[in-house]
């Protein structure tokens, strides 16, 4: 599932708002977050926020024996029981970089 995404798409876009990175790939300058109430906007940041507390934090070692405070996603029986995954695509000075993780309370799956 693709939670955010700032890659320009439509061929009909302002070049005023975009900027490229190479022929292939153009990225939007800004982008918002906005939707009726209920509809996740916390909760995206509240995943963002976590997932940069979990990556300056997981490797102490007084945490190899608590429960990791992931939330799984309350309105799906199907899901109830699968690790949540967090993944982050940049760019820094021309390379890009992906970072993720599975994980439970209990451990990182992958």
């Known amino acids: 599932m693709v939670a955010a ?3 320009a798409k439509d061929k009909e876009i302002d070049e005023n ?16 977050i906005y939707g009726a109430n209920a509809s996740g906007k916390s909760n995206l940041t509240k995943a963002l926020g976590f997932m940069k507390w ?3 934090n997981s490797s102490q070692e007084t ?10 996603f309350q309105l799906s029986t199907e899901t109830e029981d699968q690790p949540s995954f967090f993944e ?3 760019l820094l000075d021309g390379q890009q970089y ?9 451990k990182i799956v992958s």
Do not use: H, P, W
Not at 24 to 31: G, M, N, V, Y
Not at 63 to 72: D, F, L, M, N, Y
Not at 98 to 106: C, H, I, K, Q, S
């Open 88 to 90: 982050i695509i940049f």
């Open 63 to 72: 945490q190899s024996t608590e429960k990791i405070a992931v939330e799984r």
């Open 5 to 7: 995404n700032l890659v």
């Open 98 to 106: 992906r970072y993720g993780f599975e994980a439970n309370t209990d």
């Open 17 to 32: 708002n975009v900027f490229a990175i190479d022929d292939d790939l153009k990225l939007l300058k800004s982008a918002a």
């Open 54 to 56: 979990f990556m300056i």
